[in-house]
């Protein structure tokens, strides 16, 4: 009896015990490495690519061996300042490749918040060049031996950073601050001949030098964001995108002659997108030095516990992305015919040796759109997939003075009333993946496969037909080619779907629950879209003014010609995706 009342007092409380015992507290989601701090030192290395959005306009131009109808202005002379549609700027934007340098130290001032300062030195290379001379319209020789080209070089920052850890080893962040630009801008003028170069030797007006450049190391301001993860130990990869604007260099040209003296000034804006995928090391100690220096965030930390058993990558996803779509473009003038009504035919490119034939319509644009796919973890650090996305992005690029690529074919009008223009639209792709779990919640991978992109051509011929006084008792006959009576239709407008392929790569990274966090980056080639078009003359246009008179001019002939557009593009893409359960 003494036996059996002792075990029931031992079991009473035990019970009671157990009942009064608080529920146990969720297990935090834990980082995959051992914690570490943000805090201290980190060098890296980068790579990616830069954009430019480059304008360049002419702001004033004099020349003194101009006849005397015309004074001194050239502006005057093409009827630009007598409310001609003629142009003074010109795009120069371009894509290219670049490799960064960056470090930068980091303060984890709360267990979420990070700030800190980076400074970084961007190394690239990337010129464009328009024939003609200078970028307005009296310059636009249609010549290769003139021309103009902007280029750009190294850049450099110096930025604040601010960062919130979703999770203690991903951080996404924000940053701003100082950036320099180094920029050069070419004017070549023609030193042949043959083909009635300004600076020809024994040619006319013979101006020297042939060859003026300026050099200009410009500073702007920059701002962007980005995602940074910390792998093993204390390595960080990122993946991160930044808009840069250098606002306007103004540079001056003077050439000079036993004739007279040619000053142009023109403005050359400047704006960059720039995305990097970079790996840096941070030094500084492991959690135990950071936990005596900032008890607090440990506290924080010390909820953590040791990480379960990671979830497969195995299953249906769905997400959206946002980033910047550059585009890599040239339209090249392929062949040119002339039918005369009276049977006659001819080329204008036959004897076409120094003339241009191609411009480069590039550009950039944001670009966004949804993204689904299918994983299978087949092995335990390896993952394979299918993916299809679609993106929504418009750039256009026009040129003026022509109404198609290059200047060779029937003749340059010089005016905004005659353009060329080249627009990427949307574009999709169906690729296959294959990545690599650097930790168990982090993944490496490469992507590739087909791509699709709606591409359009629009070509405007002007419709002006007027008289246009340049001085006193001098007047000239402005008649555009597509004018009432001359060559129809006005605008032709052609769009095609090119099909390419694209190659690219990307980390991800596991987030709360089932939320997966992106940044990728891809090229792709659509190849060449071939394009023709055909103006027919309608007959005849009459312009008259009662104090100058009546002039007539016939249209005899159909013009046919054909062009090639080969696009590339470079993505830069964010995105976040739900991982549903396989």
Same mark, same amino acid.
């Given at each position: 009896?003494?036996?059996?009342?002792?075990?029931?007092?031992?079991?009473?409380?035990?019970?009671?015990?157990?009942?009064?015992?608080?529920?146990?507290?969720?297990?935090?989601?834990?980082?995959?490495?051992?914690?570490?701090?943000?805090?201290?030192?980190?060098?890296?290395?980068?790579?990616?690519?830069?954009?430019?959005?480059?304008?360049?306009?002419?702001?004033?131009?004099?020349?003194?061996?101009?006849?005397?109808?015309?004074?001194?202005?050239?502006?005057?002379?093409?009827?630009?300042?007598?409310?001609?549609?003629?142009?003074?700027?010109?795009?120069?934007?371009?894509?290219?490749?670049?490799?960064?340098?960056?470090?930068?130290?980091?303060?984890?001032?709360?267990?979420?918040?990070?700030? $800190?300062?980076?400074?970084?030195?961007?190394?690239?290379?990337?010129?464009?060049?328009?024939? $003609?001379?200078?970028?307005?319209?009296?310059?636009?020789?249609?010549?290769?031996?003139?021309?103009?080209?902007?280029?750009?070089?190294?850049?450099?920052?110096?930025?604040?950073?601010?960062?919130?850890?979703?999770?203690?080893?991903?951080?996404?962040?924000?940053?701003?601050?100082?950036?320099?630009?180094?920029?050069?801008?070419?004017?070549?003028?023609?030193?042949?001949?043959?083909?009635?170069?300004?600076?020809?030797?024994?040619?006319?007006?013979?101006?020297?030098?042939?060859?003026?450049?300026?050099?200009?190391?410009?500073?702007?301001?920059?701002?962007?964001?980005?995602?940074?993860?910390?792998?093993?130990?204390?390595?960080?990869?990122?993946?991160?995108?930044?808009?840069?604007?250098?606002?306007?260099?103004?540079?001056?040209?003077?050439?000079?002659?036993?004739?007279?003296?040619?000053?142009?000034?023109?403005?050359?804006?400047?704006?960059?997108?720039?995305?990097?995928?970079?790996?840096?090391?941070?030094?500084?100690?492991?959690?135990?030095?950071?936990?005596?220096?900032?008890?607090?965030?440990?506290?924080?930390?010390?909820?953590?516990?040791?990480?379960?058993?990671?979830?497969?990558?195995?299953?249906?996803?769905?997400?959206?992305?946002?980033?910047?779509?550059?585009?890599?473009?040239?339209?090249?003038?392929?062949?040119?015919?002339?039918?005369?009504?009276?049977?006659?035919?001819?080329?204008?490119?036959?004897?076409?040796?120094?003339?241009?034939?191609?411009?480069?319509?590039?550009?950039?644009?944001?670009?966004?759109?949804?993204?689904?796919?299918?994983?299978?973890?087949?092995?335990?650090?390896?993952?394979?997939?299918?993916?299809?996305?679609?993106?929504?992005?418009?750039?256009?690029?026009?040129?003026?003075?022509?109404?198609?690529?290059?200047?060779?074919?029937?003749?340059?009008? $010089?005016?905004?009333?005659?353009?060329?223009?080249?627009?990427?639209?949307?574009?999709?792709?169906?690729?296959?993946?294959?990545?690599?779990?650097?930790?168990?919640?982090?993944?490496?991978?490469?992507?590739?496969?087909?791509?699709?992109?709606?591409?359009?051509?629009?070509?405007?011929?002007?419709?002006?037909?007027?008289?246009?006084?340049?001085?006193?008792?001098?007047?000239?006959?402005?008649?555009?080619?597509?004018?009432?009576?001359?060559?129809?239709?006005?605008?032709?407008?052609?769009?095609?779907?090119?099909?390419?392929?694209?190659?690219?790569? $990307?980390?991800?990274?596991?987030?709360?629950?089932?939320?997966?966090?992106?940044?990728?980056?891809?090229?792709?080639?659509?190849?060449?879209?071939?394009?023709?078009?055909?103006?027919?003359?309608?007959?005849?246009?009459?312009?008259?003014?009662?104090?100058?008179?009546?002039?007539?001019?016939?249209?005899?002939?159909?013009?046919?010609?054909?062009?090639?557009?080969?696009?590339?593009?470079?993505?830069?893409?964010?995105?976040?995706?739900?991982?549903?359960?396989?």
């Amino acid at each position: 009896m003494g036996a059996i009342a002792l075990a029931g007092t031992i079991h009473v409380p035990v019970i009671a015990t157990a009942a009064d015992l608080p529920t146990k507290a969720p297990v935090l989601k834990a980082p995959i490495t051992p914690i570490t701090s943000w805090t201290g030192f980190y060098v890296g290395i980068g790579a990616g690519f830069r954009s430019s959005e480059t304008d360049v306009n002419v702001t004033s131009a004099t020349d003194t061996t101009l006849p005397a109808a015309f004074g001194a202005d050239p502006f005057r002379a093409s009827g630009c300042l007598q409310g001609r549609a003629c142009y003074r700027g010109l795009p120069f934007d371009g894509v290219t490749g670049r490799v960064s340098p960056y470090a930068g130290f980091n303060w984890q001032i709360w267990p979420r918040t990070v700030i $800190g300062v980076e400074a970084d030195a961007g190394f690239a290379n990337q010129t464009t060049t328009l024939a $003609g001379s200078y970028p307005a319209t009296p310059f636009f020789s249609g010549r290769l031996s003139d021309s103009f080209s902007v280029k750009t070089e190294w850049d450099a920052s110096v930025r604040a950073r601010a960062g919130y850890l979703i999770e203690p080893w991903f951080l996404a962040y924000a940053t701003g601050g100082a950036s320099w630009l180094h920029v050069k801008s070419t004017s070549v003028c023609s030193t042949n001949l043959n083909a009635d170069g300004a600076c020809a030797v024994g040619g006319f007006p013979a101006f020297a030098p042939s060859v003026i450049s300026h050099s200009d190391t410009k500073v702007g301001a920059t701002v962007g964001g980005g995602i940074e993860a910390l792998l093993w130990s204390n390595w960080i990869a990122r993946a991160e995108y930044r808009f840069a604007d250098y606002g306007t260099v103004s540079n001056r040209d003077v050439r000079n002659s036993v004739l007279g003296t040619q000053t142009v000034t023109y403005d050359v804006k400047l704006q960059t997108h720039t995305a990097t995928f970079g790996v840096a090391y941070k030094f500084g100690g492991p959690f135990g030095d950071y936990a005596s220096a900032a008890p607090t965030a440990y506290a924080a930390y010390a909820a953590y516990k040791a990480p379960p058993a990671a979830r497969s990558w195995t299953g249906f996803y769905l997400g959206a992305e946002l980033g910047v779509r550059a585009s890599d473009t040239t339209a090249t003038l392929t062949s040119a015919t002339r039918f005369f009504d009276s049977g006659f035919v001819i080329n204008p490119l036959e004897n076409c040796r120094d003339c241009n034939l191609d411009d480069p319509f590039s550009g950039t644009a944001f670009h966004g759109g949804p993204y689904a796919g299918y994983n299978w973890q087949f092995a335990s650090q390896l993952v394979a997939g299918i993916e299809g996305d679609f993106g929504f992005g418009q750039q256009k690029t026009t040129l003026f003075g022509n109404s198609g690529p290059g200047l060779a074919a029937f003749g340059a009008s $010089g005016t905004m009333a005659d353009s060329y223009s080249i627009k990427t639209d949307w574009d999709a792709s169906v690729r296959g993946r294959l990545g690599y779990l650097v930790t168990p919640t982090f993944l490496a991978y490469a992507t590739g496969g087909v791509a699709f992109l709606r591409l359009e051509e629009t070509s405007v011929c002007d419709t002006n037909a007027r008289f246009v006084p340049t001085a006193p008792g001098f007047v000239i006959i402005e008649v555009g080619a597509c004018a009432p009576g001359q060559r129809t239709p006005v605008q032709i407008k052609q769009s095609t779907i090119r099909t390419g392929f694209t190659v690219g790569a $990307g980390l991800e990274a596991k987030l709360w629950s089932n939320w997966v966090a992106r940044g990728e980056y891809r090229f792709a080639d659509y190849g060449k879209a071939n394009f023709a078009s055909t103006r027919r003359c309608a007959g005849s246009t009459t312009i008259s003014d009662p104090s100058i008179g009546t002039a007539t001019i016939n249209c005899f002939e159909t013009d046919v010609s054909t062009r090639s557009v080969e696009v590339q593009t470079h993505s830069a893409m964010f995105g976040l995706a739900y991982l549903f359960d396989y």
